[in-house]
C-alpha cells in the first residue's frame, strides 16, 4: 500500500533553534499534504493544507511564518518550525493523499519535538 | 461547540466483553465518516469507514445516524490488542474535502 515517510522519528532542540521535518511520499504523487499536531491527550489539530507548487493555505490561529511550510515537489513536503520554544512541543504529523476527494489519507509516522 | 465531539473515556474494558461509544458532529453537510485507530504516539490508522447503512468489519460494528448527527463504533469479544485511542473522522463536505478529527476515545481492555 501507499507509504509517507516522515522523518525525523524525534527530535529535541534547544529554543530559538529551528527545525525542519520532511514528508515523503514513497510509491505515489501526493497532489495534497497536511500538517497536523498533537498535544498529550488531545485530538489532532489541522496546522495547513499544502498543494505542490503552491502556497500552504493556514488554518486560524496558526502562525505561518513561525511554521514554513514547503511543497516543491509531489513527493516531498517540508514543515519548518523556526525560533522553536517550549509551547512548540508536540507531536507532528503529516498526512498525503493523492485522491482529490482528499478521503484517502496517508500518514507518515510523527515527530516527536521537545524544544528545551 | 465542537465539530467532532467524543467522550474522552477511558473506557474500561473486560478481555471479551463488548464496549460501544459515539461520537457527534455538528455540520449536517459532512458527507463521509471514518473511525480511525491511534496508539500512543504513533499515526492514526484507518479502522473502518461508516457507510449509511452501518457497516460490520469482523467484530468491528459502525453506525451513523445522520438524523441526530452521530456515529458509532462497537467492538465485540474486546481483545488486549484494542487497547488505543479511537478516532472519529468526519468529512466537513466543504471545498478541499478536510477531515476533521474528533478528540479521541480510549480504550482500555484488561485481563
Known amino acids: 500500500g501507499a507509504v509517507v515517510s516522515q522523518h525525523p522519528s524525534r527530535v529535541i532542540c534547544k529554543s530559538g533553534t529551528s527545525v525542519k521535518i520532511e514528508c515523503r511520499s514513497l510509491?505515489?504523487?501526493?497532489?495534497?499534504m497536511f500538517w497536523y499536531r498533537q498535544f498529550p491527550k488531545k485530538s489532532l489539530m489541522l496546522m495547513a493544507t499544502?498543494?505542490?507548487?503552491?502556497?500552504?493555505?493556514?488554518e486560524q490561529g496558526v502562525e505561518k511564518d513561525k511554521f514554513l511550510i514547503n511543497h516543491a515537489s509531489l513527493t516531498l513536503s517540508t514543515l519548518t518550525v523556526t525560533s522553536a520554544h517550549p509551547e512548540d512541543s508536540s507531536f507532528y504529523i503529516c498526512?498525503?493523499?493523492?485522491?482529490?476527494?482528499?478521503?484517502?489519507?496517508?500518514f507518515g509516522s510523527g515527530t516527536q519535538l521537545s524544544v528545551l | 461547540r465542537k465539530e467532532v465531539e467524543q467522550d474522552p473515556g477511558p473506557f474500561n474494558v473486560p478481555e471479551g466483553a463488548t464496549v460501544a461509544f459515539n461520537c457527534t458532529y455538528s455540520?449536517?453537510?459532512?458527507?463521509?465518516f471514518f473511525w480511525y485507530r491511534q496508539d500512543c504516539r504513533k499515526e492514526p490508522k484507518l479502522l473502518m469507514s461508516?457507510?449509511?447503512s452501518g457497516n460490520e468489519d469482523g467484530r468491528f460494528t459502525a453506525q451513523l445516524n445522520r438524523a441526530s448527527q452521530y456515529i458509532s463504533l462497537l467492538i465485540r469479544d474486546s481483545k488486549l490488542s484494542d487497547s488505543a485511542t479511537y478516532l472519529c473522522?468526519?468529512?466537513?463536505?466543504?471545498?478541499?474535502?478536510?477531515?476533521?478529527f474528533g478528540g479521541g476515545t480510549r480504550v482500555l481492555v484488561k485481563p
Open positions: 510509491d505515489f504523487q501526493a497532489t495534497t
Open positions: 455540520n449536517s453537510a459532512s458527507q463521509s
Open positions: 461508516v457507510y449509511s
Open positions: 473522522v468526519v468529512n466537513k463536505g466543504a471545498a478541499g474535502n478536510k477531515l476533521t
Open positions: 499544502s498543494n505542490e507548487g503552491s502556497k500552504a493555505t493556514y
Open positions: 498526512s498525503a493523499t493523492d485522491d482529490l476527494s482528499n478521503e484517502k489519507l496517508f
